[in-house]
């Protein structure tokens, strides 16, 4: 069995100093914590793979193609692969669980 901590897992990407901790990886799937902080710019491009966000904690809204809606802890997005999306406006610092499927590239 794999468990993980939330706490863990963010203070492990913390360390490392980046955006995005992938903590899963497995042949259909992979996962991972995404975190932007209140007032920053998400860079992502679209992706090869459809995906799932949930938010964790944190406030923003979120692009995805023409469609813009608020989310917060407990929301879930699921974004179609190559479809552009960002999420923009964020006032509290954001922590977001993402599933991959087939696994990030």
Same mark, same amino acid.
């Given at each position: ?15 490392n ?10 042949r259909?799937? %992979? ?8 007032? %920053? ?15 964790? $904690? ?17 929301s ?14 964020? $006032? ?8 991959? $499927?087939p696994?990030? %590239?």
């Open positions: 069995m794999k468990a993980f901590r939330l706490d863990e897992l963010e203070a492990e990407r913390a360390a100093d980046g955006a995005y901790l992938q903590f899963i990886r497995e259909n799937m %992979s996962v991972g914590l995404y975190a932007l902080d209140a007032g %920053s710019i998400d860079p992502q491009q679209p992706h090869a793979q459809d995906e799932v966000y949930l938010v964790v $904690s944190g406030r923003a809204a979120i692009t995805v193609g023409e469609e813009t809606q608020s989310v917060a802890r407990g879930v997005v699921y974004v179609p692969a190559g479809v552009p999306h960002k999420f923009h406006h964020i $006032s509290e610092d954001l922590r977001v669980m993402v599933v991959f $499927s696994p990030e %590239s």
